[in-house]
T-cell receptor, first 113, second 113 residues
Framework: DAGITQSPRHKVTETGTPVTLRCHQTENHRYMYWYRQDPGHGLRLIHYSYGVKDTDKGEVSDGYSVSRSKTEDFLLTLESATSSQTSVYFC????????????FGSGTRLTVV | TQLLEQSPQFLSIQEGENLTVYCNSSSVFSSLQWYRQEPGEGPVLLVTVVTGGEVKKLKRLTFQFGDARKDSSLHITAAQPGDTGLYLCARRRSPSGNTPLVFGKGTRLSVIA
């Protein structure tokens, strides 16, 4: 089973502060993704990566940046957090052999006050 | 935007009843995936369907891919409280390659003992 962990699990931060969420995987999967999940909107893609230093934007990328300097880590940064970024954030990896189905982390619940 | 429409949004049933949930789109899918998400956790992949008309079974869950590959259904026989959760369908952003998944908003199922 693919090992994927997200940290922190919960965070409360103030408007205007930078926040970094971490996603760590243990099996050298090439593809990694960040989604946010909100009531009424479902899961929406923020950014994704198809290799070290190779990233691309999703449908809701404004206000977010990502970095992938190592295969195992994919970081999501909110440059200056806003209340609209209060959400649950999920990281996922894409696993070959399941028609590239996703394995998700357990999520980070972020509250911006 | 390639929308996925899931219905119903909410479903509350008694233990032992049967149910069907649906996932529809106006465009053809190359493949479709179903996930189940429990509270506080990330979604978990249940199945991938690829061929029009395909039927896959996972214990009491039956997944069907429409002949025209524009719709899919999930049927649960003799629902149990452990089936409670959010059921999501997902398709590739574009038909070719390992492109990110686009998710429907889900059907929230509650099975009452």
């Amino acid at each position: 089973d693919a090992g994927i962990t997200q940290s922190p699990r919960h965070k409360v931060t103030e408007t205007g502060t930078p926040v970094t969420l971490r996603c760590h995987q243990t099996e050298n999967h090439r593809y990694m993704y960040w989604y946010r999940q909100d009531p009424g909107h479902g899961l929406r893609l923020i950014h994704y990566s198809y290799g070290v230093k190779d990233t691309d934007k999703g449908e809701v990328s404004d206000g977010y940046s990502v970095s992938r300097s190592k295969t195992e880590d994919f970081l999501l940064t909110l440059e200056s957090a806003t209340s609209s970024q209060t959400s649950v954030y999920f990281c996922a990896i894409s696993v070959a052999g399941t028609e590239y189905g996703y394995t998700f982390g357990s999520g980070t619940r972020l509250t911006v006050v | 935007t390639q929308l996925l429409e899931q219905s119903p949004q909410f479903l509350s049933i008694q233990e032992g009843e049967n149910l069907t949930v649906y996932c529809n789109s106006s465009s053809v899918f190359s493949s479709l995936q179903w996930y189940r998400q429990e509270p506080g956790e990330g979604p978990v992949l249940l199945v991938t369907v690829v061929t029009g008309g395909e039927v896959k079974k996972l214990k009491r869950l039956t997944f069907q891919f429409g002949d025209a590959r524009k719709d899919s259904s999930l049927h649960i026989t003799a629902a149990q409280p452990g089936d409670t959760g959010l059921y999501l369908c997902a398709r590739r952003r574009s038909p070719s390659g390992n492109t990110p998944l686009v998710f429907g908003k889900g059907t929230r199922l509650s099975v009452i003992a």
